[in-house]
């Protein structure tokens, strides 16, 4: 009895232990979603909002692809690519405002971030100082 259940145990261990392994790789390549600590940014409306980005760019392209070939006059291209802008603009401006609430915080933590990594750094050596103070000179000469 005390055998099958060592058994048990040491399967669901290394079970467990692949589990993790697996999760760890997928996470190291990129295959798993990343959550952000501040919030889920990719909901439903921002995705939408991005998709309609994309589209966009892609519409843009094409109608001056169409102009380039001929296909469009130039009125018809100048009314169509100002929709289009118009309506692109509009949609960064929403991307940009459904991110806003978070700006401040990421700013923070990259100046946090920032002050760390310049107090961690050591400062320069004596002889890197001197070749800091050549160059400049040669620049200003």
């Known amino acids: 009895m005390l055998g099958w259940m060592c058994v048990t145990l040491a399967g669901a261990g290394l079970v467990g232990a692949l589990y993790g392994l697996?999760?760890?790789?997928?996470?190291?390549?990129?295959?798993?979603e990343l959550v952000l600590a501040i919030g889920d940014l990719n909901h439903a409306g921002r995705r939408a909002l991005l998709e309609e980005k994309s589209a966009l760019l892609a519409n843009i392209r094409d109608l001056e692809f169409e102009?380039?070939?001929?296909?469009?006059?130039?009125?018809?291209?100048?009314?169509?690519?100002?929709?289009?802008?118009?309506?692109?603009?509009?949609?960064?401006?929403?991307?940009?405002?459904?991110i806003e609430p978070y700006r401040a915080q990421a700013e923070h933590l990259i100046r946090s971030e920032l002050s760390r990594t310049h107090s961690e750094t050591p400062p320069p050596e004596d002889g890197e100082n001197d070749e800091v103070a050549s160059s400049s000179e040669l620049r200003n000469e």
Do not use: M, T, Y
């Open 67 to 98: 102009r380039d070939a001929g296909k469009l006059s130039s009125n018809d291209f100048g009314r169509l690519d100002r929709q289009l802008r118009r309506r692109a603009a509009k949609v960064l401006q929403l991307l940009d405002e459904d």
């Open 22 to 32: 697996w999760q760890s790789l997928r996470a190291a390549f990129g295959a798993s």
